[in-house]
C-alpha cells in the first residue's frame, strides 16, 4: 500500500473504465483518512465522487510526468496494471517505440507495419554492448544471450511466446539472424547461412493464414543454435511440438491451408511441375474451404523459388525436392477424391474406378489405385481368429480418407525437420555452447476451447511456472548479493493447477483411462473429473459449470477458461487404418516407402497411433479427429531420436501410452529440462489489436494478453519486494539537498544512512545494501516530494530576497531619475530664453539681407538676357553661311564614293568566282587522287612496291607543295598590284585637291557687275545644285533607314542566336552534367563492389591459408611428417598465374588504366580458368585489328597472309613510313611558318586598307592554310599508328627484325644507365633480404619507397639486358613477396604504410615505362617484357594493403569510439547532478563490463588517428590517399557515434549534447591542424554535429521547430523524431519534448525535399572506394639511391 500522503490534492490516479480500462483523473481534495469519496476530475474535465471503503480501496496512483514513456517497466515509481498498460500505450501510440523492458522480460507489441530498425547497422549497434545502456530491441535480448554464453560458457534460452499474430515468428527470425551475423563473423562459414535458410522452408510447410495472423506459425519450435570455442556458429538443431495437422483437410472461413500448397498451385504452369497435375487452388478441396486464395502483399510463385533456393543451400538435391513436391500434390488429390454412398440405405461408400483425382494420387505415389481405393472403403477386424472386412459408411470413408492425408503430411513434415537438423548438423567438431530459440503458442481462451486449448493453456502453465520461479531466484540473488536482511517473497505458485493436470488421477490420466475403455466417451469422462476433483476431493482450481454437463472449468494462472468435452477421446487417440500404411510403404517412390517405413521401429511417442486389426476388435469407432476447427497435435518422431541421443536418461517406459496426452505430457517434461538447465531470457509478443492496423492499440486486448503472458506477474513479484535501487552515490547525488550536515560524496553511504531514518520514520520501507539503498513501491515518489517540497522553500526564500534587492534597486533608480528630470527641465527654461532673444536678433539681419538679394538678382537677369539674344543672332547668320558650304562639298564626296564602290563591288564579284572554280577544280583533282591512294594502299601487293609508290606520293607532294607556292606568290603580287593601285588612287585624289585648293586661291574676286543672264543661270545652277542635294539627302536618309532596319534585324538575330546558344549550350552543359554525375556514381559503385569483392577474396584466402595450414598440421600430427621450411619462400614462377586478381578489370581499378581493359577481360577473369592467356591473346589480336581498321587496311587479306609475306610487307612500311614521317614532319613546320606570315601580312593589310575585299579574300587564304594543316596533322596521327603498328608486328613477328640490328631505334635500351644487376641466382636472397626477411626497425629508417626502388631497377636492368622471361619473373616474385609481408604483418600499421608505399611506387614506376605511356616521350625507354597482369595485380594489391591499414585502425579504434565520443565528460561536472529520478534495474546477465585500465577519452581516438597519420607522413605517401584514409575513420567514428546516440536514451540531453559537441570540436581542430578536411573528413561528422546541435536547441514553439528543420539538412526525417521522442530532461528545470511539438516537426519535415536517406540508423559498413591518382614519379637512377648495409645487398651491381 502506498503511502496516504501522497494522495494529496492536484495527484494523479488511476480510475477503472469498462472502454479504456483504465483512466487518468486529479484529486481535486486532499484525502483524510475515513474518507468514503474521493472527488477525482477525469481527463475529459468530467468530475466523479469515486467510493473508497478503506485504504486499501484507494485508486492506484499516477507515475510522474518524467517517467512518462520509460523504456523498463521496472524503474517506475509505482508498479501496478494501470501504470504498465498507460507506459506501454505511450511508447507504441507517440513514441512508434514497440519494444520495451519488462526486468527481465522484452515486451514486444506488434507494429504490424515495416520498421527500418533490423538492419545490419542495428545489429552493428547493438553488438557487444551493454543491455541496459541499449534501448530496448530483440537484438539486445539475443546479444546479451550471446555475451553470457561466451562469458559464463554457459547454455542460454530465449522464450519467445504470444498469440498468434503477436509476431513470435517475426522476433525468433530476427533473433536467428542476429546470430548468424555475429556469430558467423569469424570464419565466414556456410552454417549461418543454412541456419537462416530454414526459416523459408518451415514457413512453407509450417504456416498458414488465420484470421489472427496472415503468416501464422502453426506448430511450435525450439531451434538449438550451436556456438564453437571461438563464439562461431558451427551447427543447429530443431525441434517441433504441436503441428495443426487438421488444417490439412478443414479451413475455417477468411482462413487458408498450409503456404506450401498454394506455392505449388501457383507454379503449375513451370515446365517441371507439369507433371503434378496441378490447378488453380479454387479447384481443390482441402484449399478452397477459407475462401482466401491469395494473401495481399504476398506472392506464392516467388516464395515457393525462395523455398526451392532454401532446400538447395540446405543440400536437398532437386530430385528430392520434386519427390517432395509429388507427396504434397498427391495430398491435394487425395482431398478430391469423391466417394460415394450406395445400398438400399446409403450404408456402403464407394469411390469409381475411373476417378481422376485417385489415378493421380496413386500416379504420384506410386501405390495401387484399386488397392487404395478398396481400403478407403472398407476396414479389417479380427471376430473369434477369423479376419473379416467390412465396408464403411460414406462419412466414415471420408474420414478416413481425411485421417490417411493428415498422416501423410505429419510424416512428410517430420521427415522435413530430421533433414534440416541433419543439415544443421555440426561438422566441425563438438558444440561448446548454445542458445535455444522457443517460439511457442501463448495462453489461449475463447468462446469455445476443446482440447487444442487444453494442451496450450497446460504448457504455459508450466512454462509460466518456470518463469516465475526464476524470477524469484534472480530477486533472491540480488539480496544476497547486497547482503540484506529480507524476508520471503510470497508468489503465487501455479503448482496446484498443474497437479490438476499431470498429478496422479489428474485429467491427463482419467483421459488416457478412458481412451482405454472399449466404450469410453467424452461424457463418461467429464463424470470421473466431476467425481474426483469436485465431489471426493474437492479442487480449488476445477469448477463445474451451472448449466452444462458436458463442459468444466479450469482456474488457470492467467484467466478461468471453460472447456467443451466434445472430442477429447478422439483427438486423444488420433489413429490411421494399417491397411493404407501397408498399401503405402509398398510404394514405387523412395521417399514415400522411407517416410512410413520408420513406423515399424518407432518409440511409443509417435506421430499418433495406427490401428490394427487384431487390436480393433470390439471398437467400431473411427477416431480420425474433430471436424470442426479442431487441432490435432503430434510429438515428432525426430524429437524423439535427438532427445535420446543428447539425453541418455530420457528412455521411455515399454509401458509407456500411445495416447497423445501422455506423449504431450512427455515431451514438455523434457523440454522444461532443458531450460531449466539453461540461463532463460524472456519475451513477451503482444497483440495490439485484433483487426491487423498499423499502430492501433486496444487497451482490453493487451491487459488481456500482459495478465496471460506474466508481465504482471513479473511487476507484482518486484513490487513484492524492493523494487527502486539506487546506487549510494547516484541517491546522495539526487538527494542531498535533503540531507543536514557536512557533505561530500567520499561519504555518500553514511550520509545516507544518516539521513533516510529521519526523511523515511518507517524503517519497512527501505533496506541498506551493500552498494545499493533499496526501497519499497512508491517510497521514491515520496522522497521526490520532500526533494520537490524542499526545493519549494528554497525558492520561496530566494524569490523573496530578490523581490527586496529588486524593490531597492527600483527605488535608488526613482529617486535618481526624478533629480534627473529637474535638473534637465530648469536647464531646458533657460536654454529657452536665450533662444528667443537669439531668433529676434537673426530675424532682423535676415530682413536686410532678403531684400538687398532681391534687387541684385533683379539688375543680373536683366544683363544676362541682352547679352543672349545677341549671341544667338550672330550664330544664327553664321550657321546659314556654314550649312550652304557643307552641302556642296557633301554631294561631290559622295558622287565619288558610290562610283567607286560600284566599280570595287564587280571587281570582285570576278575574282570570287575565278577562285571559287579553281578551287572546286583542285578539290576534285584531289579527291579522285585520295580514291586512287586509298584503293592502292588496302591491297596487300602495295606493300610490296610500297617504295615505288612512295616516291609518288612524294613527288605529288612537292607538286602540290610547289603549286601551293605559286599560288602563294601570286596571291602576294596580287596583293601588292592591289596597295599600288589604291596608293595610286589616293595620290590621284590628293592631286586633285591639291589642285582644286589652288584654282580656288588664284581665282579673281567677282566683278561688281553680274548680268541678269549670267545671275539666272546661276541661279538655275543653284536651284538645280539643290534639288540634287536634296535628292540625295533624301537617298541618303532611306538607305540609313534601312541600315539601320538592316542593323536591327542583325542585332535581333544575333541576340536570338545568342540566346538560343546560351540555351542549347546550358542544355547540353546540364544534360552533359547529368550524365557525368550519373557515371560517376557508377563507376564509384562499380569500384566500391570491385574493391569488396575483393576484400571478400582477402578474406577467403586467409580462410584458405587457415584450412591449408590446418591441414598441414593434421598430417604432421598424424604422420609425424615434416616439410621443408623455405618451400613457402620460393618465388612463383613466371608462367603461373599470382592470384585472380591479376586478371580482375582495370575499368573499377584505383589506378588510371595504363593498358586497354575491354569487357572481355572482365568476363574471362570471372568465367575462364584460363583467362590469361585468352587476354594475352586478344590484346595483340585486337590491336591489331583496331590499328588495321584505323588505317584502312582490309582484314581478310591481312589474316590470310604468311609469316614470310607481313616481314616483307614490314620492311617495305618501316622504310617508307621514316622517310614520309620526316617528309611531312619539315612540309608541316613550312606550313605553319606560312601561316604565321599570312596572318601577319593580314594584319598590315587591314591597317594599310580598309578595304573589306581584301580582309575577305585574306580570310578565306587563311582558312584554306589552316585547314590544310588540320589535314597533315591528321596525316602525321596516321602515321603514328603505323609506328604503333611496327611495335605491335615488333611482338608478333621478332625474326623480322634480324635485318635492323644495326639501327639506332633498337640500340636504345643498351644506352640506358644507372641500373642495378643482379645475378639470377641472388634473386631469392634479394626478395628475402629487402622484402620477406627484412626487420621492422631496419624497414622503418629506411627512405620511402626504397625496397621498390632497387626492385624496379634490378627489373629493368634484365629486361634491358634482353632477358624477359627474367624480368617478368623477378617482378612477378616481388609482388608475390610484397603479398607475404604485407599477411605477416598483419597488425602492424607502419608496416602496412611502408608496403603501402612500396607497392604504389612500384606500380607507378612499371606504369610509367609501360610502351603506352611511353609512346610520347623521347626520354623514357619502355619495357619490352609484358608486365600488364602484375601491374593489374599491384594494383589490387595496393588496395589491400589500404584496406588492411583502416582494418588495423578501425580495430583499434571500434572499442572506444563510443566510450570516447559520448561517454566520456571532458567538461568536468557539467553532468554530476544530472541524475535520472529512476534507475533501471539490473537484468541477468547484464553486470558492468569489466575493463582494464581508465575509461576511453578523446585523447585516445586521437592517438589512434595520430598513429595512422604518422605512419602515412612518414612514408611520404600522397596527400590525396591521406584525405581518403581519414574520410574512412571519421565516417566509422560517425556512423557508430550516432547509432549510439540514436539508442541510447541517457545519451539524449542538453548536458550530453554539449560534451559530445566539445569531443566532436576536439577532433575538428584535430583534423583541421593537419590539413585533412579538404578531403571530407570533417564534412561527414555533420550528421552527430547536427544531432548534438538538436539536443541544444530549444524544443517548444513553433519558431525553434522551423529552426529545427532548417538546420537538420543532414538528418532524415527518421532520426530527427528519434531524438526528440528520446530526449531525456537532465534535471528538474528541463522539460521533456511535448507530443505536440514533435507532430509539428514532423509536419515540417513533410515538406522537405527527400534527398536524406530513409533509414534510422547509418550504415557502419559502408566502404568509401579509394582512388589512387598516378603522378609520373622522377626519373630513377641508382646514384640516387642510399643504401644501407644493414639490407645485405650488396650483391647487386651497378649497371
Known amino acids: 500500500m502506498a503511502t496516504l500522503e501522497l494522495y494529496s490534492k492536484g495527484a494523479n490516479v488511476w480510475v477503472p473504465d469498462p472502454d479504456a480500462v483504465w483512466v487518468s483523473a486529479q484529486l481535486l481534495q486532499d484525502y483524510r483518512s475515513g474518507e468514503k469519496h474521493l472527488l477525482l476530475q477525469l481527463s475529459n474535465g468530467n468530475e466523479v465522487h469515486y467510493p473508497v471503503g ?440 501455479n503448482q496446484q493447477c498443474i497437479d490438476l493436470i499431470e498429478g496422479q488421477l489428474g485429467m491427463f490420466d482419467l483421459l488416457d483411462e478412458e481412451c482405454r475403455m472399449p466404450k469410453g466417451s467424452d461424457e463418461s469422462w467429464v463424470r470421473k473429473l466431476y467425481d474426483q476433483h469436485l465431489n471426493s476431493k474437492p479442487h480449488p482450481h476445477f469448477r463445474k459449470p451451472r448449466m452444462s454437463n458436458s463442459a468444466f472449468i479450469v482456474l488457470h494462472f492467467a484467466d478461468t477458461v471453460q472447456y467443451e468435452c466434445d472430442g477429447f477421446l478422439d483427438k486423444n487417440r488420433d489413429t490411421v487404418f494399417e491397411e493404407l500404411i501397408n498399401i503405402l510403404k509398398a510404394s514405387q517412390s523412395e521417399l514415400v516407402a522411407e517416410l512410413f517405413q520408420q513406423q515399424r521401429n518407432a518409440s511409443p511417442v509417435a506421430n499418433g497411433s495406427i490401428r490394427s486389426g487384431k487390436r480393433a476388435t470390439r471398437e467400431h469407432k473411427l477416431t480420425v479427429g474433430f471436424q470442426v476447427r479442431c487441432f490435432s497435435f503430434f510429438f515428432h518422431l525426430s524429437f524423439h531420436f535427438f532427445c535420446t541421443s543428447i539425453h541418455p536418461k530420457h528412455n521411455f517406459p515399454a509401458h509407456c501410452s500411445f495416447f497423445w496426452a501422455s506423449q504431450f505430457r512427455q515431451s514438455l517434461q523434457m523440454l522444461m529440462e532443458t531450460l531449466n538447465s539453461t540461463t532463460p531470457h524472456y519475451v513477451r509478443c503482444i497483440k495490439p489489436n485484433d483487426l491487423k492496423e498499423p499502430f492501433l492499440f486496444d487497451p482490453k486486448r493487451t491487459v488481456q494478453q500482459l495478465r496471460a503472458c506474466g508481465v504482471l506477474e513479473t511487476i507484482r513479484i518486484s513490487a513484492a519486494g524492493y523494487p527502486s535501487r539506487w546506487t549510494y552515490e547516484e541517491f546522495f547525488s539526487r538527494y542531498r539537498i535533503l540531507l543536514r550536515g557536512p557533505q561530500s560524496q567520499d561519504q555518500a553511504q553514511a550520509s545516507c544512512r544518516q539521513a533516510l531514518p529521519q526523511l523515511i520514520p518507517d524503517p519497512d520501507q527501505y533496506c541498506f545494501g551493500k552498494t545499493k539503498v533499496f526501497f519499497r513501491a512508491g517510497q521514491v515518489a515520496l522522497l521526490e516530494r520532500l526533494r520537490a517540497e524542499r526545493l ?514 633498337q640500340s636504345k635500351p643498351a644506352a640506358v644507365t644507372g641500373l642495378l644487376e643482379c645475378r639470377k641466382r641472388d634473386e631469392t636472397k634479394l626478395i628475402k633480404n629487402l622484402v620477406t626477411d627484412i626487420r621492422v626497425d631496419s624497414a622503418l629508417s629506411l627512405a620511402p619507397g626504397l625496397p621498390a626502388s632497387v626492385l624496379f631497377l634490378c627489373v629493368r636492368q634484365a629486361d634491358c639486358s634482353g632477358d624477359q622471361a627474367r624480368a617478368r619473373s623477378l617482378c612477378s616474385a616481388a609482388v608475390t613477396a610484397m603479398k607475404a609481408a604485407l599477411k605477416k604483418h598483419v597488425s602492424d600499421i607502419d608496416m602496412a604504410a611502408l608496403w603501402l608505399k612500396n607497392i604504389c611506387l612500384f606500380h607507378d614506376l612499371l606504369t610509367q615505362h609501360s610502351p603506352k605511356q611511353t609512346l610520347d616521350s623521347d626520354t623514357l625507354v619502355p619495357l619490352s617484357a609484358d608486365m600488364n597482369d602484375l601491374i593489374r595485380t599491384l594494383s589490387d594489391l595496393s588496395i589491400q594493403a589500404y584496406q588492411q591499414l583502416l582494418s588495423i585502425t578501425e580495430t583499434r579504434l571500434q572499442n572506444i569510439i563510443v566510450p570516447a565520443l559520448l561517454e566520456s565528460e571532458t567538461i568536468q561536472g557539467l553532468s554530476g547532478s544530472a541524475v535520472k529520478l529512476a534507475v533501471s534495474r539490473k537484468r541477468a546477465g547484464s553486470d558492468p563490463r569489466t575493463v582494464g585500465g581508465e575509461a576511453p577519452t578523446m585523447a585516445s581516438v586521437l592517438r589512434e588517428l595520430g598513429a595512422l597519420h604518422t605512419a602515412l607522413t612518414q612514408q611520404a605517401l600522397p596527400k590525396t590517399l591521406m584525405e581518403q584514409a581519414f574520410h574512412q575513420l571519421t565516417y566509422l567514428i560517425c556512423a557508430s557515434a550516432f547509432n549510439s546516440l540514436l539508442l541510447r536514451k541517457d545519451m539524449c540531453s542538453w548536458s550530453r549534447g554539449l560534451q559530445i559537441r566539445y569531443n566532436v570540436s576536439v577532433l575538428e581542430e584535430w583534423l583541421r591542424g593537419r590539413g585533412l578536411q579538404a578531403g571530407g573528413a570533417v564534412a561527414t561528422l555533420e550528421p552527430l554535429i547536427q544531432a548534438v546541435q538538436l539536443l541544444q536547441v530549444g524544443k517548444k514553439t513553433e519558431a525553434d521547430a522551423q529552426g529545427i528543420v532548417r538546420t537538420c539538412s543532414a538528418l532524415s526525417s527518421q532520426q530527427i523524431v528519434k531524438i526528440l521522442t528520446l530526449y531525456t530532461p537532465h534535471s528538474d528545470l528541463d522539460e521533456r519534448v511535448t507530443l505536440n511539438f514533435i507532430r509539428s516537426v514532423q509536419g515540417l519535415l513533410k515538406g522537405r525535399s527527400n534527398s536524406q536517406p530513409s533509414q534510422l540508423l547509418m550504415d557502419v559498413r559502408r566502404v568509401f572506394p579509394v582512388i589512387f591518382l598516378y603522378s609520373p614519379p622522377p626519373v630513377l637512377s641508382a646514384e640516387q639511391l642510399v643504401i644501407p648495409d644493414s639490407l645485405k645487398i650488396s650483391f647487386l651491381r651497378k649497371a
Not at 538449438?224 to 487438421?246: P, Q
Not at 511441375?273 to 506472392?299: C, H, V, W
Not at 550657321?879 to 558610290?898: C, F, I, S
Request: glycine share 4%; net charge neutral; charged share 25%.
Open 792 to 1305: 519549494r522553500v528554497a525558492a520561496v526564500i530566494i524569490q523573496s530576497q530578490v523581490r527586496g534587492w529588486l524593490a531597492r534597486i527600483r527605488y535608488t533608480r526613482i529617486l535618481w531619475a526624478t533629480l534627473t528630470i529637474q535638473r534637465y527641465s530648469r536647464g531646458a527654461l533657460a536654454r529657452r530664453l536665450a533662444l528667443i532673444l537669439r531668433y529676434t536678433r537673426a530675424a532682423l539681419v535676415i530682413q536686410k539681407t532678403y531684400r538687398m538679394m532681391v534687387v541684385r538678382q533683379l539688375f543680373f537677369m536683366i544683363r544676362h538676357a541682352t547679352v543672349t539674344i545677341q549671341a544667338f543672332t550672330r550664330g544664327m547668320l553664321e550657321r546659314r553661311r556654314y550649312r550652304l558650304l557643307v552641302a556642296e562639298r557633301a554631294a561631290v564626296l559622295l558622287q565619288a564614293t558610290v562610283r567607286g564602290w560600284l566599280a570595287r563591288q564587280a571587281y570582285r564579284r570576278v575574282r570570287a568566282a575565278v577562285v571559287f572554280m579553281q578551287c572546286c577544280i583542285r578539290r576534285k583533282a584531289a579527291r579522285r587522287q585520295l580514291l586512287k591512294l586509298k584503293s592502292e594502299a588496302r591491297s596487300v601487293e602495295r606493300y610490296r612496291e610500297l617504295n615505288k609508290g612512295m616516291e609518288v606520293k612524294l613527288m605529288q607532294l612537292q607538286l602540290k607543295a610547289d603549286q601551293e607556292a605559286r599560288e602563294s606568290a601570286a596571291l602576294r603580287e596580287t596583293l601588292m598590284a592591289e596597295r599600288e593601285a589604291s596608293s595610286t588612287e589616293l595620290a590621284a585624289l590628293r592631286a586633285t585637291i591639291q589642285k582644286l585648293e589652288s584654282q580656288l586661291q588664284e581665282k579673281p574676286p567677282p566683278g561688281p557687275v553680274i548680268s541678269e543672264k549670267e545671275a539666272e543661270e546661276r541661279r538655275r545652277a543653284e536651284e538645280k545644285a539643290a534639288q540634287e542635294i536634296l535628292q540625295l539627302k533624301e537617298e541618303l536618309q532611306a538607305l540609313q533607314k534601312e541600315r539601320d532596319s538592316f542593323c536591327k534585324e542583325r542585332d535581333d538575330l544575333s541576340a536570338s542566336l545568342l540566346e538560343q546558344e546560351e540555351k542549347q549550350e546550358e542544355c547540353v552543359h546540364q544534360a552533359v552534367s547529368q550524365v557525368t554525375s550519373a557515371l560517376r556514381a557508377e563507376v564509384d559503385e562499380e569500384r566500391r563492389k570491385y574493391q569488396g569483392l575483393l576484400r571478400e577474396f582477402t578474406r577467403l584466402e586467409q580462410r584458405y591459408d587457415n584450412l591449408r595450414e590446418m591441414s598441414l598440421l593434421t598430417e604432421r600430427t598424424k604422420g609425424h611428417r615434416r616439410t621443408d621450411s623455405t618451400q613457402s619462400l620460393e618465388p612463383l614462377s613466371p608462367s603461373t598465374p599470382l592470384s585472380p586478381q591479376s586478371l580482375t578489370p582495370l575499368s573499377i581499378s584505383p589506378f588510371p588504366s595504363a593498358v586497354p581493359s575491354p569487357e572481355e577481360v572482365r568476363r574471362f577473369s570471372v568465367t575462364s580458368p584460363s583467362a590469361e592467356k585468352r587476354v594475352s591473346m586478344w590484346s595483340s589480336e585486337a590491336s591489331m585489328e583496331q590499328l588495321m581498321e584505323k588505317m584502312d587496311v582490309a582484314k581478310d587479306p591481312s589474316v590470310k597472309m604468311k609469316g614470310e609475306d607481313l616481314a616483307h610487307a614490314y620492311d617495305a612500311v618501316r622504310v617508307a613510313n621514316k622517310f614520309l614521317e620526316s617528309q611531312l614532319r619539315n612540309q608541316c613546320s613550312q606550313w605553319e611558318k606560312e601561316l604565321e606570315t599570312l596572318r601577319s601580312q593580314l594584319a598590315q593589310a587591314v591597317s594599310v586598307s580598309s578595304s573589306a575585299a581584301q580582309r575577305q579574300d585574306v580570310q578565306e587564304l587563311l582558312e584554306a592554310r589552316e585547314r590544310e594543316c588540320v589535314r597533315l596533322r591528321r596525316e602525321l596521327k596516321e602515321l603514328r599508328n603505323t609506328v604503333s603498328l611496327r611495335r605491335l608486328l615488333t611482338q608478333v613477328f621478332p625474326s623480322a627484325l634480324a635485318t635492323e640490328t644495326s639501327s639506332p631505334a
Open 54 to 493: 478503506s485504504p486499501s480501496d484507494l485508486p492506484p496512483l499516477g507515475n510522474p510526468d518524467i517517467l512518462e514513456g520509460e523504456n523498463d517497466l521496472t524503474a517506475l515509481s509505482f508498479l501496478h496494471e494501470p501504470a504498465v498498460l498507460h507506459n506501454l500505450r505511450v511508447r507504441f501510440l507517440d513514441y512508434s517505440s514497440i519494444y520495451t523492458y519488462c526486468g527481465i522480460v522484452l515486451v514486444a507489441i506488434n507494429p504490424y507495419d515495416q520498421l527500418p530498425i533490423y538492419g545490419e547497422e542495428v545489429i552493428d549497434a547493438y553488438s557487444g554492448q551493454d543491455m541496459a545502456d541499449m534501448e530496448p530491441h530483440i537484438f539486445s535480448v539475443a546479444e546479451e544471450a550471446y555475451r553470457t554464453m561466451i562469458r559464463e560458457e554457459k547454455n542460454q534460452s530465449i522464450i519467445i511466446s504470444g498469440e498468434s499474430g503477436s509476431g513470435k515468428t517475426v522476433s525468433a527470425k530476427f533473433t536467428m539472424r542476429y546470430f548468424a551475423v555475429v556469430g558467423g563473423a569469424a570464419q565466414q562459414t556456410s552454417v549461418e547461412e543454412r541456419v537462416l535458410a530454414s526459416n523459408p522452408i518451415m514457413e512453407s510447410i509450417g504456416n498458414a493464414k488465420t484470421t489472427r495472423n496472415d503468416n501464422s506459425s502453426r506448430f511450435g519450435k525450439y531451434i538449438e543454435i550451436g556456438f564453437g570455442r571461438k563464439g562461431d556458429i558451427i551447427g543447429a538443431n530443431m525441434r517441433t511440438y504441436l503441428l495443426e495437422k487438421s488444417r490439412v483437410v478443414f479451413q475455417a472461413s477468411t482462413e487458408r491451408n498450409y503456404h506450401i500448397f498454394y506455392q505449388l498451385c501457383a507454379s503449375r504452369e513451370l515446365p517441371e511441375m507439369r507433371s503434378l497435375k496441378l490447378d488453380a487452388p479454387e479447384n481443390f478441396r482441402y484449399t478452397n474451404q477459407g475462401g482466401e486464395m491469395q494473401i495481399p502483399g504476398t506472392d506464392d510463385l516467388s516464395d515457393l523459388e525462395r523455398t526451392r533456393n532454401a532446400f538447395t543451400i540446405l543440400g536437398v538435391q532437386p530430385d528430392q525436392q520434386m519427390e517432395l513436391f509429388r507427396i504434397l500434390s498427391a495430398v491435394l488429390h487425395l482431398g478430391n477424391v469423391n466417394i460415394q454412398a450406395s445400398g438400399r440405405s446409403s450404408d456402403r461408400g464407394y469411390i469409381d474406378a475411373e476417378d481422376r483425382s485417385l489415378a493421380v494420387f496413386s500416379k504420384l505415389l506410386g501405390v495401387e489405385g484399386s488397392q487404395m481405393a478398396h481400403w478407403l472403403c472398407h476396414r479389417r477386424f479380427a471376430v473369434g481368429g477369423e479376419m473379416l472386412v467390412k465396408p464403411m459408411t460414406g462419412q466414415q470413408a471420408v474420414e478416413a480418407r481425411d485421417a490417411l492425408a493428415k498422416h501423410i503430411y505429419g510424416q512428410l513434415f517430420a521427415w522435413t525437420v530430421q533433414r534440416l537438423n541433419s543439415a544443421l548438423r555440426a561438422q566441425q567438431g563438438r558444440t561448446k555452447s548454445f542458445v535455444g530459440v522457443l517460439d511457442i503458442y501463448g495462453f489461449e481462451t475463447f468462446e469455445r476451447n476443446s482440447f487444442e486449448q487444453f494442451c496450450i493453456n497446460y504448457a504455459n502453465e508450466k512454462l509460466q511456472q518456470q518463469f516465475n520461479r526464476h524470477v524469484f531466484h534472480l530477486e533472491q540473488e540480488e539480496y544476497v548479493r547486497e547482503e540484506l536482511a529480507w524476508s520471503r517473497i510470497e508468489f503465487s505458485d
